[in-house]
């Protein structure tokens, strides 16, 4: 896995920011490893052709 060398701050409301923390640990992963999988999930194909 390549290195982690950016870094991404976001603001959230607190409700999403309690979200994302709460589904973090019902999943036993970070928030980091949540917004990843997320990104992960992406399609860049079907975003190109638009």
């Known amino acids: ?20 923390k709460k589904y973090a640990q019902l999943k036993d992963m970070t928030m980091t490893q949540i917004i990843e999988s997320y990104i992960d999930r992406i399609s860049l194909d079907k975003a190109q052709a638009e």
């Open 1 to 20: 896995m390549a290195a982690k060398t950016k870094y991404l701050g976001v603001k959230l409301s607190e409700k999403r920011f309690l979200k994302l």
